[in-house]
């Protein structure tokens, strides 16, 4: 058997990284992360591009110089970060490996078209600037991120735990404990489920499923960012043409994941630069050689198809003007501390789902239309499912864009993100004269945001009982939500948080 | 010889493993130690006082007759302190971590096998572990046998509680029920519904479920929780007094330095001694007078025998 190719040792390193810190990404018993898994962001010109999108020229920092770099290097070497780096054309290389030789299925069909990703990245630019931010869903980056996050580690997890939790019922307790030690840095703390777990798998599986049809199918026909480095792919000078030794015997071709060995030269837009050609060829005879830069490849896209895919993102702009549910934005909407004013925050939001990997309460969840059309997965908090911790801050800390902002030690136990309120026809106290104050209790400003009195009330049958009647302090109010969470009712809270925010405007325009 | 096991022959096998570790399983019960009403003896209660926490631990239980008087050699030993806030030692919502270690100690000195500590915090264990000061504390006694550890959800176990007047099922921590010494170590603090929350409410960290929902008619559900688990010992640290904003309070502003300490075999001693240390007179607390009504223990210190 052949050794391994050299790319394959690349690409292992470099996904193994990429667990590592994604695993690193949670609490530790620090206030500060250190390496953070959004530091892959700074690599992605496609987060760049929706950034500078958002912000404008503000967005040329040197934060994005490593982006700047990726596509500056891709227009002298191709596409090499997709063959030989990019996490999810990784995944897609293994779990489409291992698809194919179980339903042994047939390669050799048609190639799917390669326009399509240039359609979406030029329709979700064009979709972006017109003010529907939805480059983030599709970014390769972004969609690996929130699958780890959002059901592919919980998954793992609740296996992991379910396993061990059988072998300790089944009278070895002590080996399971030490199991548990063993494993303990791949397992999550507690038990993490989110909402839109179910669609983010089947989005993925479905790009794992076209696997079948063809390899690096996501990565030849939808990715956009795969598009953006094709596009900067094009003007490499190196081409990878067939020479006078060859024999005409199409290995090369039938080798090639992406179908760019079709023509010769090879298309660079669609070439990823795993060598396969060159590795394949029994005469040496395609090999990667200096050329004068062809603009007009075979494949490229032509302006007619640029100027149509602009104008159907243009189009798709236009879908959340007319969708009544945008006119206003649900009341009970809550985003992370720190988050900016909700327009600007939709926008820079790139759905990677790393404020909701590093939630240590499991308070941040993927939104699906609660926001609108153009807040797809962008996260929201979730009261009922996880509060906002008092002291943490760490949300604000992976956010590769900004989106969430960072912020200090104190500065964040005085963030507002809204504000509790009572639901008197459930409370206990007003409903049935009964003590309760387990909203009370968890309140964690000081003074407490919730203040109670001794009332006499009539409980349901009529009867005076003196009962602790809390009520909400709207000014030390900053709607962590750990009463709505905390609240022991079944099913909705009797306490709920609101997106409202006393004494502020901006959460009413 | 090997017998070959085809995958069809394992997969039968496990499934019948499954259904039988399935048919075993029932609801385990819990019967009080001792039945209610029954007269509980005259409790013994160490009392010390000192800016040396540790030292305050070993003079105190030595007035008892040494923590040898309750952990023996082989013992498998839980100390169950209050770890249930993201507050540091200073702002007095969580118990005294050089208290919770030496007890520890204390313990392995004194023959147990092993030494666990745990809680079911309220706000999030990793940020509740750290930030006490508690996980740092156990950890640097460096025995492998004394662990500080997270609580397992899957350990929780729904008991049947016998006799019982309102807390009659409820899912509590297999390892604490398992412990043959379980070691209450509580802090006084003030809480807005129970005015005052010492050894009995800490129990409640052995507690799984939604609790929130035992806080409606708290003071029958604490005296359930006590009769059926039983805290061997009870040390009560007043070192620090959360007086206001409890319980987790918040800054220093309503924190008392006591510098005291006290231990005895009665839980509800122990809230009584705590209420009084707080400022507030026991029998008018709810849940304690209920205590000691029912007979769980005795809350008129005036009964007790005070070293």
Not at chain 1, 339 to 356: L, Q, V
Not at chain 1, 419 to 428: H, K, N, P, W
Not at chain 2, 59 to 88: C, M, Q
Request: glycine share 12%.
């Amino acid at each position: 058997m052949k050794p391994p190719a050299p790319r394959r040792w690349v690409q292992g390193v470099l996904l193994a990284g990429f667990f590592a810190l994604f695993l690193h990404t949670a609490y530790k018993g620090f206030d500060l992360l250190d390496w953070p898994v959004h530091l892959v962001f700074r690599l992605d010109p496609l987060a760049f591009l929706a950034e500078v999108a958002a912000t404008g020229a503000a967005a040329f920092a040197g934060a994005w110089l490593a982006a700047g770099l990726l596509l500056l290097f891709t227009a002298i070497l191709g596409r090499f970060f997709c063959g030989w780096a990019c996490p999810l054309g990784t995944a897609l290389d293994l779990g489409g490996a291992g698809l194919r030789r179980i339903f042994r299925s047939a390669l050799r069909g048609r190639r799917p078209p390669r326009s399509l990703s240039v359609a979406l990245l030029f329709g979700l630019a064009a979709a972006t600037l017109l003010g529907l931010p939805l480059l983030g869903v599709f970014d390769p980056l972004s969609l690996l991120l929130r699958s780890l996050t959002v059901f592919v580690h919980p998954m793992f997890d609740a296996a992991a735990k379910g396993l061990l939790g059988g072998i300790s019922r089944s009278g070895f307790p002590g080996f399971a404990d030490g199991l548990y030690d063993v494993l303990g840095p791949v397992l999550a703390f507690g038990s993490p489920s989110f909402d839109l777990a179910g669609l983010t798998a089947l989005v993925f599986a479905g790009i794992l499923a076209l696997e079948l049809s063809a390899p690096r199918f996501w990565c030849t026909s939808l990715c956009p960012l795969g598009a953006l480095l094709g596009l900067a792919g094009r003007l490499s000078p190196l081409r990878r043409a067939k020479s006078a030794r060859c024999g005409e015997c199409t290995r090369c071709a039938a080798r090639c994941p992406t179908g760019a060995a079709d023509s010769d030269p090879a298309d660079s837009a669609a070439c990823i630069q795993c060598d396969e050609c060159r590795r394949s060829c029994p005469r040496g005879a395609r090999r990667p050689e200096l050329a004068a830069p062809g603009l007009s490849a075979p494949g490229s896209p032509t302006r007619r198809a640029v100027l149509t895919s602009a104008a159907g993102g243009a189009l798709l702009a236009l879908v959340p003007r007319v969708r009544a549910e945008e006119r206003e934005r649900g009341w009970d909407v809550l985003r992370p501390p720190g988050a900016r004013p909700e327009d600007e925050f939709r926008s820079r939001c790139i759905r990677c789902g790393a404020c909701m990997r590093v939630c240590p309460r499991g308070a941040l969840h993927p939104a699906l239309l609660e926001t609108g059309l153009g807040g797809m997965w962008t996260p929201r908090l979730v009261p009922r499912l996880g509060y906002c911790e008092y002291h943490c801050r760490l949300c604000g800390q992976v956010c590769p864009t900004g989106a969430i902002g960072y912020l200090e030690e104190g500065q964040k136990e005085k963030t507002v993100i809204g504000v509790a309120f009572f639901e008197a026809g459930r409370c206990l106290p007003y409903r049935k004269a009964q003590n309760c104050m387990v909203c009370e209790e968890h309140c964690p400003t000081s003074p407490k945001a919730i203040a109670f009195r001794d009332e006499l009330r009539l409980d349901p049958e009529g009867k005076e009982r003196l009962v602790k009647v809390p009520r909400v302090v709207e000014s030390l109010c900053i709607g962590c939500g750990i009463c709505e969470n905390k609240c022991p009712l079944p099913g909705k809270g009797a306490i709920i948080v609101g997106r409202e925010i006393p004494g502020s405007l901006s959460s009413f325009y | 010889m090997t017998t070959a096991i085809d995958r069809r022959r394992f997969l039968t096998r496990l499934a019948k493993l499954g259904l039988i570790t399935l048919g075993t399983a029932g609801i385990p019960g819990l019967t009080p130690g001792r039945a209610r009403g029954q007269a509980p003896p005259r409790p013994t209660l160490a009392v010390t006082e000192g800016t040396d926490p540790a030292a305050l631990v070993r003079e105190t239980l030595g007035k008892l007759g040494g923590i040898g008087k309750f952990v023996r050699s082989g013992d498998r030993v839980v100390v169950k302190p209050n770890i249930g806030w993201d507050r540091t030692p200073e702002e007095a919502a969580n118990t005294n971590p050089v208290v919770v270690a030496e007890i520890c100690r204390l313990a392995r000195a004194a023959g147990a096998e092993s030494v666990r500590v745990f809680d079911r915090t309220c706000n999030d264990a990793r940020r509740c572990y750290e930030r006490s000061g508690i996980r740092a504390a156990v950890e640097a006694l460096d025995d492998r046998s004394i662990r500080i550890e997270h609580v397992r959800e899957e350990q929780f176990e729904v008991v049947d509680i016998r006799g019982a007047k309102s807390l009659d099922r409820w899912p509590l921590y297999r390892p604490a029920l398992d412990a043959n010494v379980l070691i209450n170590v509580p802090i006084v603090k003030h809480h807005g519904l129970s005015e005052v929350t010492i050894a009995m409410k800490n129990l409640m960290g052995i507690m799984g479920g939604n609790r929130g929902r035992i806080h409606q008619g708290i003071d029958e559900n604490l005296v359930d929780l006590n009769s059926a688990v039983r805290s061997h010992l009870t040390v009560v640290d007043a070192t620090r007094i959360l007086l206001r904003n409890g319980p987790q309070g918040g800054g220093t502003q309503g924190v008392k330095i006591a510098n005291r300490l006290a231990a005895t075999t009665d839980v509800v001693a122990a809230d009584a001694w705590g209420a009084r240390e707080f400022g507030v007179d026991p029998m008018k607390i709810g849940y304690i007078r209920k205590a000691h009504e029912q007979g769980l223990g005795i809350a008129d210190l005036g009964q007790a025998v005070v070293l």
